[in-house]
């Protein structure tokens, strides 16, 4: 056995690589669909729960901080604890919280609900992703998997708007909990069979999980999150946001130190060398400030400005889905053949192009018709980039590290989006208050139009990221 064998040792051999594929691609689907189900049916959970208007954002938000504060520490527990052994774990709680979900009497119970299934995510997407990359060889086979994935999490994070539009106009909000129910079902007993097996906890060796940096590492994330996704609502000096903005600052200093004096790190500084993931964490940032802002701010023109009910919103999504996809199949091609800052650089610019599109179309008393060219060309160039930044992050990685550069890559993904949608809120709501009927549709069309530019212009600064990274032209089939 050679040294090349140890450090990068072969890839599993699966029984059946195709459903394997398509249960991660299905575990995607449910992660992506959980972060936007919910949008749609906000307006009849806060009346029948009785959520003010305050306390309503949470039933996002608690999802959105547990997911980004809980990333890292899933990426390490897929590494050493077993990655089969944390995606079934995830489902179950994934199972379990949707259930509790979809009987929830009250606004603290299904706050905490949607914070237990951002911590499922949080434990379930590094998992996915690390299976792939230690699943599938790296250069064409690896990217064709990804490609699978990416179209599934395009699809979720879309087609999660659609369901919760249907299902909330047929059967009411509490389907869309159910929903995932039934889903983490259909996912759980296909785990062990298709699913490599994990290494004996003894193979791990002395690799220990480095419980002080997984304690500042989750905590002081998670204040940054609640701080950036909480900034516009309690106001950005108070002292709430203040002091929480403080102590995870504090908290992530003291994370750098531990980790650069420990033996085992949970973040590995060595894994910064890894320009391709380094690419890849500023990607998804950029990905999250700019484009991933989509969906609030299509979810606000639909319903509050045009007027949409649930149901013709989540339909309104379907050119974004099928268009996502599409352009998730194209990023595998583009990769594999023209090169990693090619194709990141053909998604960033053509999803800023839609973005501006966007920007420029609005009106609020255009037809869905008159801004679709923008939001399938946004929706085509979000499918390219979201899979060639994944393809990114696992670049040259080995494969016992995959899951923690996927939670490094995610939580500057998590970061980004945090911060995209405070600032697109408190532009788009700028001008509103006080204001109702007409006067508040064209105040909230004008704050639309210009958050749409503005989230144009921050996708754009990935391409200069993408064009400064130092990680490899090209992923083509074989590459070691």
Same mark, same amino acid.
């Given at each position: 056995?050679?040294?090349?064998t ?12 195709g ?24 307006? &009849? ?5 009785? /959520?003010?208007?305050?306390t ?14 809980f990333?890292? @520490? ?7 604890? +077993? ?9 179950v ?18 706050? !905490? ?13 590094? !998992? ?17 998997? @990804?490609a ?7 699809? +979720?994070?879309?087609g ?18 159910? @929903? /995932? ?7 759980l ?26 304690? #500042?590492?989750?905590? $002081?994330? #998670? ?11 309690w ?27 420990g033996?085992?790190?949970? %973040? ?6 890894r ?5 890849? %964490? ?38 974004? #889905? ?13 990769? #594999? &053949?023209?090169?990693?800052? =090619?194709?990141?650089?053909?998604g960033?610019?053509?999803?800023? =192009? +839609? ?32 899979? =060639? %930044? ?23 993904h ?11 809120v ?10 109702t ?34 990680? &490899?032209?090209?992923? &083509?089939? $074989?590459?070691?």
């Open positions: 056995m050679t040294s090349e140890l450090l990068h040792p072969r890839p599993p051999r699966l029984r059946h690589p459903w394997s594929l398509a249960l991660l691609a299905f575990a995607q689907f449910i992660i992506a669909a959980d972060y936007n189900v919910v949008y749609v049916a906000l307006p &009849r959970i806060g009346r029948d729960l009785d /959520f003010s208007g305050q309503l954002q949470w039933v996002v938000s608690a999802y959105a901080v547990a997911l980004g504060g990333m890292l @520490l899933g990426g390490r527990a897929a590494d050493l604890l +077993g990655r089969r052994r944390m995606f079934v774990l995830a489902l709680l994934y199972a379990v919280s949707s259930l509790a979900g979809a009987l929830a009497g009250s606004p603290g119970v299904l706050i !905490a609900v949607r914070a237990a299934q951002g911590l499922g995510a949080a434990l379930l997407f590094p !998992a996915t992703l690390s299976l792939i990359g230690g699943t599938f060889p790296e250069g064409r086979e690896r990217n064709r998997a @990804l699978v994935w990416a179209a599934a999490g395009g699809g +979720g994070l879309a999660g708007a659609l369901l919760g539009g249907v299902l909330t106009d047929l059967f009411g909000w509490q389907s869309v909990f159910f @929903l /995932f129910v039934l889903l983490a079902g259909v996912a007993p296909a785990a062990v069979p298709l699913l490599p097996a994990d290494a004996a906890r003894a193979a791990v060796g002395r690799r220990r999980f480095d419980l002080p940096g997984a304690l #500042t590492a989750t905590a $002081g994330i #998670t204040l940054l999150v609640l701080v950036l996704a909480q900034g516009p609502g106001g950005w000096t108070s002292s709430s946001v203040l002091a929480a903005f403080g102590l995870g600052v504090a908290l992530l200093v003291a994370f750098a130190v531990i980790e650069v004096r033996r085992d790190p949970l %973040m590995p500084p060595r894994l910064f060398a320009a391709g993931l380094v690419t890849a %964490m500023g990607v998804t940032a950029v990905f999250g400030a700019g484009l991933g802002a989509q969906y609030y701010l299509l979810t606000v023109f639909l319903q509050d400005v045009l007027g949409y009910d649930p149901l013709r919103t989540g339909l309104a999504y379907l050119p974004l #889905t099928l268009l996502n996809i599409a352009g998730t199949r194209v990023a595998e091609r583009l990769v #594999t &053949r023209t090169g990693m800052r =090619a194709a990141l650089t053909a960033l610019v053509s999803g800023a =192009a +839609g973005m501006v599109l966007l920007g420029l179309t609005l009106s609020p008393h255009a037809p869905f018709a008159a801004v679709l060219p923008g939001v399938m060309v946004t929706g085509f160039g979000m499918g390219v980039v979201w899979t =060639a %930044m994944w393809i990114a992050a696992g670049d040259g990685v080995a494969a016992e590290e995959q899951g923690v550069a996927s939670g490094m890559a995610s939580v500057t998590q970061a980004g989006l945090a911060v995209g949608v405070a600032l697109m408190l532009i788009t709501n700028a001008g509103t208050g006080g204001l009927g007409e006067p508040l549709r064209r105040e909230l069309t004008g704050g639309l139009s210009t958050a749409y530019v503005l989230a144009g212009g921050v996708t754009l600064l990935g391409v200069l990221i993408a064009r400064l990274g130092r990680g &490899r032209r090209s992923i &083509r089939a $074989g590459a070691a």
